[in-house]
């Protein structure tokens, strides 16, 4: 088991070495070169190259030991398989503590690689050097301004950490919360485990104050003791969002070319997973929706949810996605239905979900928003409706009509989508339960005022609420098991 403190070089380095640094765009030597100097990270960078050419105002190195000693403690190498072991001790001679290796050929590959991978770990251990990978994409970690890797992107700067056996699947979550604003903390593409297994990155992510909520993908676990004890000691602190590929027998099969891993039984492992008390999901966008969930709002002190729509059919569809749950659409109390009826119009639901049916005026929704939250019976609200006074909006901007008057009502509808979407940032702060927006309009249209005020903010706008039900209950259910 590695410590707390072997890794802290690997997500907190105070500087870095390429090796292997290449002039070419096209190779994993520029690339990791160029990532690490665009992030602007703070520290020293340095890079080797035998030729020593300048390469992005670096002047590189043509021996690793005519790098200053002490002045970097990891490693970021992207040279040939073959090449790695030779380069260790001197890596240990000017002060590396960690080290990411890029290169495939090990593991993966079959009995010969396997042997090589024996070969660099030993060496490795020999040496004093924690080895991330091999067979992986990179780092990223945002509170060290990091990014070390051989792909894009950079997320932006948040608390949601990730250690992925999948560098694609990585890059895939690292996408959603660029488009999302919502950020990232750590995230590593872990290769093969040869040195530092999933295990030991949820033991980094349980004592680290810049995570809030993990996200992990499995395809093996080398030691599934270590990893259940590791995985149920960090879920006892934090939420972990398990993700698992080779869950069938095609899916073990491409597993194990992949990363030389082998998966067992699903069902053993759902098991597995719900007794450690982690949250196993399907897909990836289901598994970062969840994570942004966590990552913005309060866990609930109960199950009652109160449902306030502008959209009388979603309000129905999300009534039934609630009772298929353990939440509980909570049924309105006559003071509560008494404080409703001075906002809205006569013809409003009287009932959960709270259909304002086209009665709302310039205050309604914020002021309906505070009134449902300020009652003890409610724990949680679910919006929809959000940006359509904002596509209207769109439609007389674009309009070949368009004049003065309907310019003034679309400055308008959108000036009021900007505040219905404060108004939830500000009453997710007040009140400190949460508020999760819905709208199919932060995909169809991401310029609408609603949505891109939430996106701005690092707040999640749902695609569906339907998706909003499912990571409501779950952060319920959490908040739950966390209180008993």
């Known amino acids: 088991m590695k410590t707390i403190r072997e890794l802290e070089s690997l997500f907190n380095p105070k500087g870095v070495v390429v090796i292997g640094a290449s002039t070419h765009p096209g190779k994993f030597g520029f690339v990791a070169l160029h990532n690490i100097l665009s992030a602007e990270f703070r520290g020293p960078v340095y890079a080797t190259n035998p030729q020593k050419p300048k390469i992005l105002g670096i002047q590189t190195h043509e021996k690793i030991l005519d790098i200053p000693v002490g002045k970097a403690d990891f490693a970021m190498i992207c040279i040939s398989p073959d090449k790695i072991i030779d380069v260790l001790p001197e890596l240990a001679q000017i002060g590396i503590k960690t080290a990411f290796v890029v290169s495939g050929g090990f593991s993966e590959t079959g009995a010969k690689g396997q042997a090589l ?16 990978g091999p067979n992986g994409q990179g780092i990223v970690s945002t509170p060290a301004n990091l990014c070390s890797q051989i792909v894009s992107p950079y997320p932006p700067r948040g608390n949601v950490s990730i250690a992925s056996q999948s560098g694609n699947i990585l890059s895939a979550i690292m996408n959603l919360s660029r488009v999302s604003n919502v950020g990232i903390a750590r995230a590593i593409s872990i290769g093969n485990q040869g040195h530092i297994s999933l295990a030991d990155y949820l033991d980094y992510f349980s004592q680290d104050s810049e995570t809030a909520v993990a996200i992990i993908y499995v395809e093996g676990i080398p030691d599934g003791r270590k990893f259940y004890e590791s995985l149920r000691t960090t879920a006892s602190k934090k939420p972990v969002i398990v993700i698992r590929g080779g869950s069938t027998e095609s899916g073990a099969l491409a597993a194990a070319s992949h990363t030389g891993s082998l998966a067992s039984d699903h069902s053993i492992f759902a098991a597995m997973v719900k007794q450690a008390g982690a949250i196993l999901v399907e897909g990836v966008q289901n598994a970062f929706e969840l994570a942004a969930t966590f990552s913005v709002q309060p866990l609930p002190n109960g199950k009652n949810v109160v449902v306030m729509t502008t959209a009388g059919g979603w309000g129905v569809l999300t009534a039934d996605a609630i009772a298929n749950t353990s939440l509980t659409l909570v049924p309105l109390p006559d003071d509560l239905k008494d404080s ?42 679910i919006f929809l409706g959000l940006g359509i006074q904002g596509n209207v909006a769109r439609s007389y901007f674009e309009s070949p009509y368009a004049n003065e008057g309907t310019d003034r009502m679309a400055k308008f509808h959108a000036t009021q989508e900007e505040r219905y979407a404060m108004s939830i940032i500000t009453a997710i702060n007040k009140y400190g339960k949460p508020v999760l927006a819905s709208s199919e309009l932060s995909i169809a249209d991401p310029s609408n005022l609603g949505p891109k005020t939430l996106r701005d903010h690092g707040v999640l706008c749902y695609r569906s609420p339907l998706i909003a039900v499912q990571c409501l209950s779950h952060i319920t259910n959490f908040a739950a098991i966390r209180n008993s």
């Open 340 to 381: 409703i009826d001075s906002l809205l119009p006569p013809r409003w639901s009287k009932n959960n979900p709270v259909d304002l049916a086209g009665g709302e005026t310039r205050d309604t929704i914020p002021d309906l928003l505070s009134l449902l939250l300020e009652h003890e019976c409610v724990d949680s609200l």
């Open 117 to 132: 991978e024996r070969q660099l770990i030993a060496k490795a251990d020999e040496c004093g050097i924690l080895v991330a």
